[in-house]
Nanobody, 120 residues
Framework: QVQLVESGGGLVQPGGSLKLSCAASGRISVVDAMGWYRQAPGKQRELVAFFASDESAEYADSVKGRFTISRDSAKNTVLLQMNSVQPEDTAIYFC??????????????WGEGTQVNVTS
């Protein structure tokens, strides 16, 4: 019903920047929340940043001041600008979108993930 297409991952040196993008499409009526999670090898998936339904943005403490989340509501797109990346930011980054379909059913969808590798 809902498709998420992520892009922007790749290899970056410590201190560098990367921008992730996630576009949601399908029978979407309302988007309540959009955000990014990540999962490093051997670790659980964790929240990176997300927009709640009131448009407020929340960030994990580990990325505050370095990462910025933004969204284009008209295009159902959420972006993650990653600056001053560090090796510990290496992970698979997943987009997550919650909302309501045109059928009035609620949905919560995950993207397939995009790999970010921070290494010199």
């Amino acid at each position: 019903q809902v498709q998420l297409v992520e892009s922007g991952g790749g290899l970056v040196q410590p201190g560098g920047s990367l921008k992730l993008s996630c576009a949601a499409s399908g029978r979407i009526s309302v988007v309540d929340a959009m955000g990014w999670y990540r999962q490093a090898p051997g670790k659980q998936r964790e929240l990176v940043a997300f927009f709640a339904s009131d448009e407020s943005a929340e960030y994990a403490d580990s990325v505050k001041g370095r990462f910025t989340i933004s969204r284009d509501s008209a295009k159902n797109t959420v972006l993650l600008q990653m600056n001053s990346v560090q090796p510990e930011d290496t992970a698979i980054y997943f987009c997550n979108v919650k909302g309501q379909l045109t059928t009035r059913s609620l949905f919560a969808s995950w993207g397939e993930g995009t790999q970010v590798n921070v290494t010199s």
